[in-house]
């Protein structure tokens, strides 16, 4: 039985490896006529006031562009500390070119759906199904042939999303990518179909993935917040050559160079196993790792001047909990 349930799984996993970039290729021949910047997108019902827009990508255990409920007290945290500074932007799913769920309308959403149905806590496969489509999604984003057509459909939603919660073209409001996750290198990826509508573009990755993207070229600086336990986020360097140091002229390397790449250590958290980035519960050493989460991305943001600091108001936060708070 289990090792008819292994080769399922790798008949998924090859299936899914092979399918991959189907939806951005269809996406693609679907444009009326060939594509290289993001298309003017109507405003909101009115023009927000803040100055700084922070569009916030999830990590590869989303289905759909709803925040995972892990991941909703660290956006909870970093909306308080925000305040009337920034405009926290949700809603754009960073899988799919067409911005759609998994489960939702789209060419295999009846196989998500029969997933869902066949889901048990004998043999969770939903969560390894899912996190396994989304990791591919992210090597299509970094691929140079595919990734160009998935990251400017990406761009397009950010861009959407952005304009429907009041973002004024040409107000030279900075917007800050933070991507968790694989979602950081989506957001990398976008980032160079929004600066060519003028936006200007700065970063944050939390414990992301992330290859030698152009998009490095047109960000003004991007913060990298790791665990000191989390060793995810080292696979970048590893299966992204143009990563590696003796390519000095790639665009990790180039910007890295120029000194547009910051490295932060935080706590002794890791990607997936508690305690996480997203934990509640405070540690030995009383600490909370959502909190040093969210001060961690706060921090560059207040140092560069783009909002300023704010103490996380009393009584904002939720109850301690663990177990599935806990999961990418």
């Not at 080769?7 to 998924?12: D, E, I, N």
């Not at 309308?105 to 396994?132: C, K, T, Y």
């Not at 560059?300 to 600091?309: M, N």
């Amino acid at each position: 039985m289990i090792a008819q349930v292994v080769v399922g799984v790798l008949v998924l996993i090859l299936l899914l490896l092979i399918t991959a970039p189907l939806e951005t290729l269809t996406w693609w021949a679907a444009q009326e006529e060939p594509r290289t910047r993001v298309n003017a997108a109507p405003t909101g019902p009115k023009e927000s006031q803040g100055s700084c827009w922070i569009v916030y990508m999830s990590g590869i255990g989303a289905v759909s562009g709803s925040s995972p409920k892990p991941e909703k007290p660290l956006l909870e945290r970093l909306r308080a500390r925000l305040g009337d500074d920034a405009v926290l932007v949700e809603g754009v799913y960073p899988y799919s070119v067409l911005d759609h769920g998994l489960t939702e309308n789209r060419d295999g959403s009846w196989f998500w759906r029969q997933m869902e149905r066949l889901q048990n806590r004998r043999f969770p496969v939903l969560p390894w199904a899912i996190n396994a489509y989304n990791i591919l999604q992210v090597l299509v984003s970094a691929d140079r042939r595919y990734g160009p057509m998935f990251n400017l459909a990406l761009a397009s939603h950010v861009w959407r999303q952005l304009r429907e919660a009041g973002y004024r073209q040409g107000s030279g409001d900075p917007v800050v990518l933070l991507g968790w996750s694989g979602g950081a290198q989506i957001c990398v990826g976008a980032a160079w179909y929004l600066a060519d509508v003028g936006v200007p573009v700065y970063m944050l990755s939390l414990g992301g993935v992330l290859s030698s993207d152009p998009g490095l070229d047109r960000i003004k600086h991007l913060w990298h917040i790791q665990g000191t336990r989390d060793r995810v986020p080292y696979v970048g360097q590893i299966v992204f050559p143009a990563r590696w140091p003796w390519f000095a002229e790639s665009s990790f390397n180039r910007a890295r160079r120029e000194g547009r790449i910051t490295r932060h250590e935080i706590g002794p958290w890791r990607h997936a196993k508690s305690p996480t980035y997203l934990s509640r519960r405070p540690q030995e050493d009383g600490l909370v790792p959502v909190d040093d989460t969210v001060n961690a991305l706060v921090d560059p943001l207040v140092r560069e001047g783009l909002i300023q600091r704010r103490e996380l108001p009393s009584g904002s936060d939720p109850e301690p909990s663990e177990g599935p708070s806990d999961q990418t």
